[in-house]
T-cell receptor, first 113, second 113 residues
Framework: AQSVTQLGSHVSVSEGALVLLRCNYS??????LFWYVQYPNQGLQLLLK??????LVKGINGFEAEFKKSETSFHLTKPSAHMSDAAEYFC???????????FGAGTRLFVKA | NAGVTQTPKFQVLKTGQSMTLQCAQD?????MYWYRQDPGMGLRLIYY???????DKGEVPNGYNVSRLNKREFSLRLESAAPSQTSVYFC????????????FGEGSWLTVV
């Protein structure tokens, strides 16, 4: 069975600081992993996606995530936070084995000036 | 390109009233979904349609019904609204049931009084 855990429901960083949002997953088959972002009063949109081509995945707005099989992790990072990064971020796991996508509970990112 | 369009955007219902949330996608996707989002609870899948002609229960189906009208349209019906159904509802679609990016509508804010 698949599952995904996001550590920390809220993360607060200063503008210009490193952003690190944590995600751990479990999957019985090689996973597809996603990060989605939700800005206030909007739907979710894809930030980046891992599909086994490369372990370091680059997404939009300077975000990237690294797939670490040994740690079953897919943490999201950005070197320098911007005020516009304030949003809720969802990690998700799926695969091509017939399992539907499972979303984590979400992490709300606050960026302080 | 409209993507996923859902209506209405806002609705206030009285307890016991019924209503239907409409959703349409123009991406020729096979799979469609209805989620609800509540504070602190992330996204919860209500119903999904893996392909035209099929529908299945998700995590929280009680009190809801769905209809996959055709490949484009997937509606969610509340037969007798309850205050516990006050939530933000998202329709979404993807090319196939697993392993694909999910595209979300902008959300429908429903209040049941």
């Amino acid at each position: 069975a698949q599952s995904v855990t996001q550590l920390g429901s809220h993360v607060s960083v200063s503008e210009g600081a490193l952003v690190l949002l944590r995600c751990n997953y479990s999957s019985s088959v090689p996973p597809y992993l996603f990060w989605y972002v939700q800005y206030p009063n909007q739907g979710l949109q894809l930030l980046l996606k891992y599909t086994s081509a490369a372990t370091l995945v680059k997404g939009i707005n300077g975000f990237e995530a690294e797939f670490k099989k040994s740690e079953t992790s897919f943490h999201l990072t950005k070197p320098s936070a911007h005020m516009s990064d304030a949003a809720e971020y969802f990690c998700a796991v799926s695969d091509t084995g017939g399992f539907k996508t499972i979303f984590g509970a979400g992490t709300r990112l606050f960026v302080k000036a | 390109n409209a993507g996923v369009t859902q209506t209405p955007k806002f609705q206030v219902l009285k307890t016991g009233q019924s209503m239907t949330l409409q959703c349409a996608q123009d991406m020729n996707h096979n799979s469609m979904y209805w989620y609800r989002q509540d504070p602190g609870m992330g996204l919860r899948l209500i119903y999904y349609s893996a392909s035209e002609g099929t529908t299945d229960k998700g995590e929280v189906p009680n009190g809801y019904n769905v209809s996959r009208l055709n490949k484009r349209e997937f509606s969610l019906r509340l037969e007798s609204a309850a205050p516990s159904q006050t939530s933000v509802y998202f329709c979404a679609s993807s090319q196939d049931y697993s392993g694909n990016t999910i595209y979300f509508g902008e959300g429908s804010w429903l209040t049941v009084v």
